[in-house]
């Protein structure tokens, strides 16, 4: 009987082994593949940023200084814009206030190779349209040449010399400003146009390839730039308008006429002087206003004393 009882537990301890080790000690759960590996998802790309969406129309710059009229063909940016892209293109700004920016509708301001018209105003006062006969000097040049050294700014000649324009008086020239075989910008084409009281400036920065373009365009964009009722060059008023210490040719070198300067700061000089003067002589005549007043006061009270002493 205990013969038996054995064999029958050696038996079914035989049966139980395989399934015993099948899977390995410990219990393995139910028997199903395991959920397949995902990667972890992705954050979507940056978008790059869209390029500024410009103006057209009538614009009002400088609180009525200077006027545009930008037709469907161009748009106009804002004076930050303008600043970017001058800098951007490594080129120093105008003389002023930079006030804003032109290019052509469709054209994407931020890339690369796309020209812009920076435009600005300059409150230099009434520049006097004789003083063009300067550009015709023989060492104009180097005289620009001289100035742009000591602005610290690149001059490898005019690729359109200085014209002016006295029937609606303005000024065209274009610079190259880096070396032949530079890359980037190499071209500075110029409009400025005369006020009663300063000067509007159009200044075009490109490349010099790009030059058939930008002349192309030079006559829109003049014909863009305006000057309010009032404040047009031929209103000008020499009872009482400041004339510039800047020549016509000054506006292209950037220098303003030596003797003009000298006599403005004198007559500034002789003013403070004469108010100096004044300031100066200023305690004395209070002092004496300050004694006669004394003097007609005890004058006043001893004739006061007089008429008691006559009454009594």
Excluded: C
């Amino acid at each position: 009987m205990r013969k038996n009882l054995t064999r029958a537990l050696f038996a079914l301890a035989l049966l139980a082994a395989p399934a015993a080790y099948a899977d390995g000690p410990g219990s393995a759960g139910p028997n199903v593949a395991a959920p397949p590996v995902q990667a972890a998802p992705s954050a979507p790309a940056a978008e790059p940023a869209s390029a500024p969406q410009g103006q057209s129309g009538a614009i009002s710059l400088q609180s009525g200084d200077v006027a545009l009229n930008v037709p469907d063909g161009y748009r106009f940016y804002s004076a930050d814009e303008a600043r970017t892209y001058l800098q951007r293109a490594n080129a120093p700004a105008p003389g002023g206030s930079v006030l804003g920016m032109i290019a052509r509708a469709g054209d994407d301001v931020r890339a690369p190779g796309t020209w812009a018209t920076i435009v600005s105003y300059d409150a230099i006062g009434y520049v006097q349209p004789e003083t063009a006969a300067g550009l015709s000097d023989a060492s104009f040049e180097t005289s620009v040449r001289d100035a742009r050294a000591s602005q610290g700014r690149l001059f490898e000649g005019f690729a359109a010399t200085p014209a002016f324009d006295a029937a609606a008086p303005h000024i065209v020239w274009a610079e190259r400003v880096l070396a032949p075989g530079s890359q980037g910008k190499d071209l500075r084409y110029e409009q400025k146009a005369l006020g009663r009281y300063g000067v509007a400036g159009l200044t075009s920065i490109g490349s010099l390839d790009q030059m058939p373009e930008i002349e192309a365009a030079a006559a829109a964009l003049r014909g863009m730039l305006s000057f309010p009722p009032g404040r047009t060059h031929a209103e000008f008023q020499a009872a009482g308008d400041a004339v510039s210490t800047y020549s016509v040719p000054g506006l292209v070198t950037g220098v303003p006429n030596a003797a003009a300067a000298a006599e403005t700061a004198a007559a500034e000089g002789e003013t403070q002087m004469n108010f100096g003067g004044l300031a100066g002589w200023f305690p004395w005549v209070a002092l004496g206003v300050i004694v006669l007043a004394i003097a007609g006061f005890v004058l006043m009270r001893r004739r006061r004393g007089d008429e008691e002493i006559e009454d009594a």
